[in-house]
Each structure stands twice: as C-alpha cells, then as structure tokens.
C-alpha cells in the first residue's frame, strides 16, 4: 500500500495498529504552501465541527431524540470534507461553508430564533472568508452576503420560540452558550 497515507498517525504497540491522531496534510499535498495551509486549517475546523456535531448527536441518540440520525449524517459529512480536496482548492471550503450554513437555518428553525443559534452564520462567514481566501474575492462577498441573508430570512420565517425546548433551558443551553462560542 504505498502512496497511500493514512488518514491518521498509526501507532504500533506490541504488534498493534491504531489510528489516533488525525492527519491534518491529507489531501493537501499536491498543493503549494500557501494553498496548503488553508486546506490544513479546513481539515482542522471539518474535524472540530464533526466531533462537536457527533457529540450532538450521541446525546441525541441517548436522549431518545429523533433528530439523532439528522446530525450523525451532518457529522459524517464534516469528517469527509478533507477528502474533497481532490477536486479543487476551493471544493472543501466551499462545501464547509455550505454545510454550516445549512446546518445553523436548520437547528434555528427546530429551537427559534431566541436561541442565539444564527450567531454562528457569523462564525462560519469569517472562517469561510479566511478559508477562501482574500483573492477571491466574489466568492468572500457572496459568502458574506449569504449569512447576513440567511440571518434576515431566519428572523422573518422561523418564530423567535418554537416551544421545542422550554424558555429557561434554552436561554441558559442556547443563547449564552452560543454567544460565548459565537
């Protein structure tokens, strides 16, 4: 199997294999420097996103919610972002983007909008601009105008409660939460 890297450091202990730290090069190694290390920190943000979203969704899971299933499919696909790095520079990043934006419209349509959830469009348009790139600048502005449109046509669609999560929880578990990591 040459050629072929692992997508984790292998660590070999009395004969056996594991996979333990993530590889954060892969699929960036045909690029130059400047492109690589932006592809390198969409690999970090996909694996964060992917672990925080599979933590939802184990809680979920044990819960007996059935939204479970619904983010254990949005933490699969966060995990596979570094592998779309074949296709293009901009392929991960921009799948990133989309996938957060997605996600965010839809946890805030689930709780409402008093949950703070659609602070993270904010979050996610920064990281998509940095992950982009400044010279490309339409795709920066569309990124840009995209959130603040999403954030607008949450306001306007979705109610400020949804009655899903009771009011004290969810300012306390939502709101605050979200303002800090926002």
Do not use: C
Not at 57 to 82: C, Q, T
Not at 96 to 104: C, E, K, N, S, T
Not at 154 to 165: F, K, N, R, S, W
């Amino acid at each position: 199997m040459r050629g072929i890297q692992p997508y984790g450091r292998v660590i070999t202990r009395q004969g056996l294999h594991m996979r333990f730290i993530p590889n954060i090069r892969y699929g960036t190694e045909q690029y130059p420097d400047k492109i690589a290390r932006r592809l390198r920190a969409v690999n970090i943000a996909a694996l964060i996103a992917a672990s925080s979203v599979a933590f939802f969704a184990i809680h979920r899971f044990l819960d007996s919610i059935p939204h479970w299933k619904y983010a254990a499919v949005v933490a699969l696909v966060y995990a596979s972002i570094p592998l779309l790095h074949r296709f293009g520079p901009l392929t991960g990043p921009l799948t990133l983007v989309a996938v957060a934006y997605v996600w965010i419209f839809w946890v805030s349509s689930i709780v409402g909008t008093n949950g703070g959830t659609y602070f993270h469009y904010l979050t996610a348009a920064a990281l998509g601009i940095l992950f982009v790139g400044a010279e490309h600048v339409f795709l920066t502005v569309l990124i840009g105008a995209v959130a603040a449109a999403l954030i607008i046509a949450l306001h306007i669609v979705v109610p400020q409660d949804t009655g899903y999560i009771p009011t004290m929880r969810l300012f306390y578990g939502s709101f605050v939460t979200n303002v800090l990591t926002g």
